[in-house]
């Protein structure tokens, strides 16, 4: 890992590499800031893991390594000192920030060299389907052992404790109140419980640790050419986490419950392959019946709102096109007819 940088500065590092799941410049990346942290360990599908502050951790920390780009690349920023964000500086299709979810991979490597408690992972392929921390849960769930809270610093906006993934509860109120009484205490933040998760590396693990939990690192319009991070909030978040006790974190949720109808619906992902019908009538059904998710499903894959409306007056265009086209061509007929 480059060296002598400022806590900014190295934040700008990590996200001028664009690292897609599985390429060289995504496994040069881990060995450069990864693999360089004395003890770091790895698995047998590239996850890299670690404890530090106590001899048996029971909060995980966790993030993704990969983000979402066509190809790996350096790439340029730009940097707003007046407002606090970042985005490309030469931002194109196939291209991202990748904020998400280099802001999480910064916030552990700078808890780590801080010495806060806890295990570290560090997954590969969320943005495929979760597959590393798939991986943990199936094939080596020895390193979830003697977790009870696992964090994932991985999340878009400013506020969120993620409460529900996929419409099922994988965290309860009494722990996200614990974690937002604490972060918030100062007055810098205001992050308060969600239930609108949608799915990230946690859920995998929503079975057997009681709290799973993602939280807004300060990113937004992840996954596109416009995304951008608002490094005055990341900075802030990490300050609390500095600061978090864990031990006075509120453990209340039991893994073995299952709370929500939803998730009988809709199986947990780890069980699922891809294209298995999942029981709704069809794609209307599921957004009518669980917007928040559908809202949360678009935003992950980088669609903001000006993207949507957009999309919005282009499909009424086509509409409007079609039924002028519809309309002349019953005048035509009706004139043919009476010819």
């Given at each position: 890992?480059?060296?002598?940088?400022?806590?900014?500065?190295?934040?700008?590092?990590?996200?001028?590499?664009?690292?897609?799941?599985?390429?060289?410049?995504?496994?040069?990346?881990?060995?450069?800031?990864?693999?360089?942290?004395?003890?770091?360990?790895?698995?047998?599908?590239?996850?890299?893991?670690?404890?530090?502050?106590?001899?048996?951790?029971?909060?995980?920390?966790?993030?993704?390594?990969?983000?979402?780009?066509?190809?790996?690349?350096?790439?340029?920023?730009?940097?707003?000192?007046?407002?606090?964000?970042?985005?490309?500086?030469?931002?194109?299709?196939?291209?991202?920030?990748?904020?998400?979810?280099?802001?999480?991979?910064?916030?552990?490597?700078?808890?780590?060299?801080?010495?806060?408690?806890?295990?570290?992972?560090?997954?590969?392929?969320?943005?495929?389907?979760?597959?590393?921390?798939r991986h943990i849960a199936d094939?080596?769930?020895?390193?979830?052992?003697?977790?009870?809270?696992?964090?994932?610093?991985?999340?878009?906006?400013?506020?969120?404790?993620?409460?529900?993934?996929?419409?099922?509860?994988?965290?309860?109120?009494?722990?996200?109140?614990?974690?937002?009484?604490?972060?918030?205490?100062?007055?810098?933040?205001?992050?308060?419980?969600?239930?609108?998760?949608?799915?990230?590396?946690t859920n995998e693990y929503a079975?057997?640790?009681?709290?799973?939990?993602?939280?807004?690192?300060?990113?937004?319009?992840?996954?596109?050419?416009?995304?951008?991070?608002?490094?005055?909030?990341?900075?802030?978040?990490?300050?609390?986490?500095?600061?978090?006790?864990?031990?006075?974190?509120?453990?209340?949720?039991?893994?073995?419950?299952?709370?929500?109808?939803?998730?009988?619906?809709?199986?947990?992902?780890?069980?699922?392959?891809?294209?298995?019908?999942?029981?709704?009538?069809?794609?209307?059904?599921?957004?009518?019946?669980?917007?928040?998710v559908a809202r949360e499903m678009?935003?992950?894959?980088?669609?903001?709102?000006?993207?949507?409306?957009?999309?919005?007056?282009?499909?009424?265009?086509?509409?409007?096109?079609?039924?002028?086209?519809?309309?002349?061509?019953?005048?035509?007929?009706?004139?043919?007819?009476?010819?």
């Open positions: 890992m480059t060296v002598n940088l400022t806590r900014r500065e190295r934040l700008l590092e990590i996200l001028s590499w664009a690292r897609p799941h599985d390429s060289e410049i995504e496994r040069r990346f881990a060995r450069e800031f990864l693999d360089s942290v004395p003890g770091m360990q790895a698995d047998a599908f590239g996850n890299r893991w670690i404890d530090a502050g106590e001899a048996a951790p029971h909060v995980m920390w966790s993030c993704h390594i990969d983000t979402v780009a066509a190809k790996g690349q350096c790439q340029m920023l730009a940097f707003d000192s007046d407002s606090g964000v970042v985005s490309l500086a030469k931002g194109k299709p196939g291209m991202s920030l990748g904020a998400d979810d280099g802001v999480g991979v910064w916030m552990m490597l700078e808890m780590l060299k801080a010495g806060r408690p806890g295990r570290y992972v560090f997954h590969r392929g969320e943005e495929v389907g979760c597959l590393g921390s094939k080596e769930p020895q390193i979830l052992d003697g977790i009870q809270i696992a964090i994932a610093l991985d999340r878009a906006g400013e506020r969120d404790i993620i409460t529900h993934q996929l419409g099922a509860r994988t965290a309860s109120d009494e722990f996200a109140a614990s974690f937002a009484a604490q972060v918030n205490a100062r007055g810098f933040l205001d992050m308060r419980a969600d239930d609108g998760g949608v799915y990230t590396d079975g057997v640790v009681p709290e799973c939990t993602n939280i807004s690192v300060g990113y937004h319009g992840q996954h596109g050419p416009r995304e951008t991070l608002s490094v005055y909030f990341a900075e802030a978040l990490l300050d609390e986490l500095m600061r978090l006790d864990v031990n006075a974190l509120v453990v209340a949720r039991d893994p073995a419950e299952i709370e929500d109808d939803y998730w009988q619906q809709w199986e947990p992902r780890r069980t699922q392959r891809r294209g298995e019908y999942h029981g709704m009538e069809d794609m209307l059904d599921a957004i009518v019946e669980f917007p928040e678009l935003l992950d894959l980088g669609i903001t709102p000006r993207d949507f409306e957009d999309a919005v007056w282009d499909a009424l265009d086509r509409d409007r096109d079609g039924d002028d086209r519809r309309a002349s061509e019953r005048d035509e007929r009706k004139l043919s007819l009476m010819d």
